[in-house]
């Protein structure tokens, strides 16, 4: 004959096991849920390429004589949430020979209020004709008149094998630190 103990201590594990085997039944069932937040998410994580080296131009583009070009920034492929583009333009730049080899870039936003800066080659500056904000060849501003807050906005530049790259960021208007917009 079995003990009454012996029936109790038998439901209690048998209870035991039950609760474990729920809640490592819970525990699984989170995984793939996991996974698969991730994967409806994931393209909300992609960047934009801001911030990635760009080629825009071969060096052989650039004049001699160190006069600025403007040139499109065109991204091969953007990734805008769930959307894949190819060929996207995202912005413009100046270029500009120093030095014979090197390159200096700036963007063509000007930093007052975001209108495009225009190139003057006869006065040899560049200039917006939003509110005459004028800058020079060096992107500094040139006259004291002008309201932008800050000298034109540079971006680092690289020559790979005769291509010009930029890393390409847009910043924040009208104000005087460069704060790059993410
Ligand atoms: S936007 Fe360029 S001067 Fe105002």
Not at 20 to 36: T, Y
Not at 53 to 65: M, V
Not at 131 to 143: A, Q, R
Not at 156 to 180: H, M, N, S, W
Request: aromatic share 8%; charged share 25%.
């Amino acid at each position: 004959m079995i003990a009454k103990e012996e029936i109790c201590e038998d439901q209690a594990r048998r209870g035991f096991f039950a609760k474990v085997s729920v809640a490592l039944g819970a525990l699984l069932a989170l995984f793939p849920l996991g996974a698969g937040i991730g994967i409806l998410f994931d393209p909300l994580r992609r960047k934009s390429g801001r911030g990635d080296w760009i080629a825009i131009a071969p060096l052989s583009a650039l004049p001699e004589d160190g006069s600025p070009v403007r040139f499109p920034v065109i991204l091969k492929e953007s990734i805008d949430a769930w959307t894949k583009k190819k060929d996207v333009p995202i912005g413009a730049v100046y270029l500009k020979r120093v030095n014979g080899g090197d390159v200096v870039a700036f963007n063509v936003t000007c930093p007052h209020l975001g209108c495009a800066i225009d190139f003057r080659s006869a006065e040899r500056d560049y200039f917006c004709p939003c509110h005459n904000s004028s800058f020079g060849l060096d992107g500094s501003i040139s006259n004291p008149d002008s309201p932008s807050p800050r000298p034109m906005d540079s971006l680092q530049t690289k020559v790979e094998k005769g291509e010009i790259k930029v890393k390409y960021l847009d910043f924040r208007a009208g104000i005087k630190d460069k704060i790059p917009i993410a």
